[in-house]
Every structure is written in C-alpha cells, then in structure tokens.
C-alpha cells in the first residue's frame, strides 16, 4: 500500500466552538495550512515592512493561519 504523503497528514487539531451544536474535533494537513497561509499572504500583499495587529485569538484557525504563519513567512513583526 502506498504511504501517504506528509504534507497530506494531520499537523494541526483544533476544536469547534460548538455554536451551532455539540464540538467537533478538527484537523488541518500541513498542505491545507501552507495554501491558506500562502493565499492570505499573496491576497494582503504581505510585506516585511508591514506590522501585524493580532485581532484573532490563537485558538482559531484563523488567527493561526492569519496572524501567525502568514506575518512569519513574510518576515512580519
């Protein structure tokens, strides 16, 4: 059986809020972590001159991805 591939493999798990009913566990691949990051990246024009405002808490993939690997990648403070 083929292997597969590592960045198809789980790398980050979060929890829902449970909002719209019981929590789920979620889990994102590294590949679908890199592409949100790369598309926020290219989308705001990220620059190594740009300074980062956290507004989403750390717990949400979107503050993650936004705020966190987004603003590294690009040299970001």
């Known amino acids: 059986p083929s292997r597969p591939h590592a960045l198809n493999g789980k790398s980050?798990?979060?929890h829902t809020?449970?909002?719209s009913?019981?929590?789920k566990v979620v889990s994102y691949s590294l590949l679908s972590l890199i592409v949100g990051m790369a598309c926020v990246v290219e989308?705001?024009?990220l620059r190594a001159?740009?300074?980062n405002l956290n507004m989403m808490p750390l717990f949400h993939v979107g503050g993650i991805v936004r705020n966190l690997l987004a603003v590294s990648v690009c040299?970001?403070?």
């Open 12 to 14: 980050l798990i979060l």
């Open 17 to 19: 809020s449970g909002t």
């Open 21 to 23: 009913g019981k929590k």
């Open 43 to 45: 989308s705001w024009d």
């Open 49 to 51: 001159t740009d300074v």
């Open 75 to 77: 040299g970001d403070s």
